[in-house]
T-cell receptor
Framework: AQSVTQLGSHVSVSEGALVLLRCNYS??????LFWYVQYPNQGLQLLLKYTTGATLVKGINGFEAEFKKSETSFHLTKPSAHMSDAAEYFC???????????FGSGTRLQVQP | NAGVTQTPKFRVLKTGQSMTLLCAQD?????MYWYRQDPGMGLRLIHY???????AKGEVPDGYNVSRLKKQNFLLGLESAAPSQTSVYFC?????????????FGDGTRLSIL
């Protein structure tokens, strides 16, 4: 069975600081990995995805993530946090015929002025 | 282009009542999903559909039923609501069976069962 673990349910950074949100996965087959963002009272929006090829993936709003097979990780980073980045972030993995996503428990990012 | 639309946005039910949540997508997507979101648990798959007229169970299907009579609509039913079904429900859709295709989400339905 596949699973996703997000370390830290809450992360707080100062505006302009580095953002690092951690995600580890377990999967017996090569996974497809996703990061989604959820703003208050909204649905989930796709930030970025890893399928095959380049292990460093760039997404929207200046975010990027690196797939590290040896560490089974897919951490999300952004060099400089902005107030508008405050939201909840979900890491997810998919495989199998039904194509459904298995989500981590989420990390709420706070950005302090 | 509306994308994925969920109705209603909010609802309060009494234990034992029934209701149906509607999801509509205008992107001609084949795959549709219902998830529930609970604090500290991420989103969990309730049911899904791989095309018109088909449905299948996800991780947490008990207490729910679904129907996909039209390609653009995916209905989630609660026959006899229980307090444990208090949650935020999200519908999602994707274009094809290709894992490369991302899922598009609606804005959610907040459901409280008293």
């Amino acid at each position: 069975a596949q699973s996703v673990t997000q370390l830290g349910s809450h992360v707080s950074v100062s505006e302009g600081a580095l953002v690092l949100l951690r995600c580890n996965y377990s999967s017996s087959v090569p996974p497809y990995l996703f990061w989604y963002v959820q703003y208050p009272n909204q649905g989930l929006q796709l930030l970025l995805k890893y399928t095959t090829g380049a292990t460093l993936v760039k997404g929207i709003n200046g975010f990027e993530a690196e797939f590290k097979k040896s560490e089974t990780s897919f951490h999300l980073t952004k060099p400089s946090a902005h107030m508008s980045d405050a939201a909840e972030y979900f890491c997810a993995v998919t495989r199998g015929g039904r194509r459904a996503l298995t989500f981590g428990s989420g990390t709420r990012l706070q950005v302090q002025p | 282009n509306a994308g994925v639309t969920q109705t209603p946005k909010f609802r309060v039910l009494k234990t034992g009542q029934s209701m149906t949540l509607l999801c509509a997508q205008d992107m001609n997507h084949e795959y549709m999903y219902w998830y529930r979101q609970d604090p500290g648990m991420g989103l969990r798959l309730i049911h899904y559909s791989v095309g018109e007229g088909t449905t299948a169970k996800g991780e947490v299907p008990d207490g729910y039923n679904v129907s996909r009579l039209k390609k653009q609509n995916f209905l989630l039913g609660l026959e006899s609501a229980a307090p444990s079904q208090t949650s935020v429900y999200f519908c999602a859709s994707s274009y094809s069976a290709d894992r490369n295709q991302p899922q598009h989400f609606g804005d959610g339905t907040r459901l409280s069962i008293l």
